[in-house]
């Protein structure tokens, strides 16, 4: 059976989009204008939105962690200088049958840099790192400058996912426990409600940004055991989790309100971020923000008129901005913006759910000292449970940074009781050790790849496919996390036409001067046969990923698929 395509998260019917070119490159600083064609007009809706369910069935998994290294190293500088790159292994690479294709990609690869970098990006400043192994025979194929730790970019999500299915298992779930602190008495608890941090991203990868699912469940339970009212407060507790804050080496404070530069924490909502869906008929425009009850204040309206789209959407200030002009007939178009204070948002999410089923409480305690203070242990009203496996598509395929930082929390709080960076690099280090995977060079400052203060080895990278694509439980649904050569949308044109179309799941990564790609090559059986790993460092000149890396990336993708008839132990 064919594979089936992946379902694009943020869809737009129209005409395409300037809003959402302008958004990727940070340019706007807080609000994006849109020029094109497009038919917009206002209303805050309540109406839900219909989207397929999520989930497939589990497959149950566990693993002991063993001790690992103290701390992980400290991070490196932000790229190797030439000199270092002339004296790593890069102009020696093993014997091997691919090592003269293999080094004739590469040549190609580095004249079309040169060219389209007007002579700057020359092979003295650039570092390309490749592994390859056979995965029924553990013959390295190639390992070319592979033991050199470069800025992996999304790629390091690989490291935290692989590390949550090898130490966690598929069995897992984020938990946020539910406590009732005092007596409950006529459908009143005279106490407090405690509520314990899991590192959940309350994410549904095709939802709405709705919360129901979890908060429906929520309210049932709470009726269940007895209780219509509280006393008291509801308390945020941390627990092991803290607020990660913004990481080491982000991007630049003028796209902090952009999705992908998210937070995390001990609690979260949709992933810490709030989405804008704005359509129109012919006479008025519907705009849709969810979560409901997100807490921050809007500004604008949208009107409906004439051919232009002046749409604005954004985050400014702590407010949500919806507001200008679009065509009659437009839409759905949707965006999400990153919401400042992720445990403000489950907080604000929270309590408005509450109200709204008709439950009275005090106040939403958010989590502080104090807070922490007055959470004392209580019975166990309800346990709000998200698969991790649920997650594992956003981070692998859509490359979710701040749902990727909630699973890298995660790690770090449910083996180690430590969900700080700290603990989490920490947990993630023990599993590769105990996989016996090499963790030499690794520096990880967070779970997505976002930061520039990361380093990883392709040796490292490669391993970690390779690890989970040996556990017959965690494979299939692994491959089925990574986008697929040829057929999803962000390697729907790739590898097509050649031995790797349909034949390669992959992780892409990429930020200014780093470029990555990995993952496996599947035999004729759909089943994991090669892991690689390719790694680039380079001058940060515009394009080059496009015009140098994704094809030199193709082209040793189809290398490999077109030589598994004949990879066979020597």
């Not at 790797?500 to 001067?513: C, L, N, P």
Request: glycine fraction near 12%; charged fraction near 25%; hydrophobic fraction near 40%.
């Amino acid at each position: 059976m064919a594979p089936m395509a992946r379902k694009p998260l943020l869809e737009a019917a129209g005409t395409p989009l300037l809003v959402l070119a302008l958004a990727a490159l940070g340019a706007c600083g807080g609000e994006v204008e849109a020029s094109d064609p497009v038919p917009a007009s206002v209303s805050d809706s309540s109406v839900e939105l219909e989207f397929p369910p999520l989930g497939r069935p589990a497959r149950a998994t566990g693993r002991t962690a063993p001790p690992g290294p103290a701390t992980p190293p400290s991070p490196q500088p932000a790229g190797p200088s030439s000199e270092e790159i002339e004296a790593s292994s890069h102009d020696a690479p093993r014997a091997g049958s691919l090592d003269r294709p293999v080094a004739r990609i590469l040549s190609e690869a580095r004249r079309r840099a040169l060219e389209a970098s007007k002579g700057r990006c020359t092979p003295r400043l650039t570092k390309v790192a490749i592994e390859c192994v056979d995965l029924l025979t553990g013959v390295r194929l190639v390992s070319y400058g592979s033991d050199v730790a470069m800025i992996p970019a999304s790629n390091l999500k690989v490291v935290t996912a692989g590390a949550a299915l090898l130490g966690l298992g598929l069995d897992a779930d984020f938990e946020t426990a539910f406590e009732a602190v005092g007596r409950i008495d006529g459908g009143r608890l005279e106490g407090d409600l405690i509520v314990r941090a899991g590192a959940d991203p309350m994410h549904r990868r095709e939802g709405d940004g709705s919360l129901d699912p979890w908060f429906d469940a929520l309210a049932s339970a709470l009726r269940r055991a007895g209780i219509e009212s509280i006393s008291g407060d509801i308390v945020l507790d941390h627990g092991p989790f803290v607020p990660l804050g913004t990481g080491p080496e982000w991007p630049d404070s003028r796209q902090h309100w952009q999705q992908y530069c998210g937070l995390a924490s001990g609690f979260s909502a949709n992933g810490g971020a709030y989405r804008v869906t704005v359509s129109s008929s012919a006479k008025s425009a519907r705009v849709i923000l969810r979560p409901r009850n997100h807490g921050l204040p809007r500004r604008g309206n949208v009107e409906v008129g004439g051919k232009e789209n002046s749409l604005r959407v954004g985050a400014n200030g702590g407010r949500v901005t919806v507001g200008g002009q679009v065509p009659a007939k437009f839409g759905p178009f949707v965006k999400e913006f990153r919401h400042p204070d992720p445990d403000r948002l489950f907080a604000s999410a929270l309590r408005g759910a509450l109200a709204d089923r008709g439950i009275r409480f005090g106040r939403v305690v958010l989590p502080t000292e104090e807070s922490s203070a007055r959470a004392d242990r209580g019975a166990t009203v309800h346990v709000m449970r998200s698969p991790v496996r649920s997650v594992l598509e956003a981070v692998l395929g859509d490359s979710n940074n701040p749902v990727a930082d909630q699973l890298f929390a995660l790690i770090g709080g449910r083996l180690a009781s430590d969900g700080t960076r700290e603990g989490s690099a920490r947990a993630i280090r023990r599993i590769l050790v105990e996989n016996d995977i090499d963790v030499t060079g690794l520096v990880q400052v967070e779970g997505s790849g976002l930061s520039r203060a990361n380093r990883l080895t392709a040796r490292t990278l490669c391993d970690v496919h390779a690890a989970v694509a040996a556990d017959p439980e965690l494979s299939p649904v692994y491959v089925d996390a990574l986008l697929r050569s040829g057929v999803d949308e962000k390697l729907g044109n790739r590898m097509v036409g050649t031995a790797a179309e349909g034949r390669v799941v992959a992780k892409t990564g990429w930020i200014g001067g780093a470029s990555s790609f990995s993952g496996l090559v599947l035999d004729d059986e759909d089943s994991p046969r090669l892991a690689f790993a390719i790694l680039v460092s380079y001058p940060r000149v515009a394009g080059l990923n496009t015009k140098a890396w994704k094809p030199m990336q193709d082209e040793l993708c189809a290398l490999f698929a077109s030589g598994l008839p004949v990879l066979r132990p020597r």
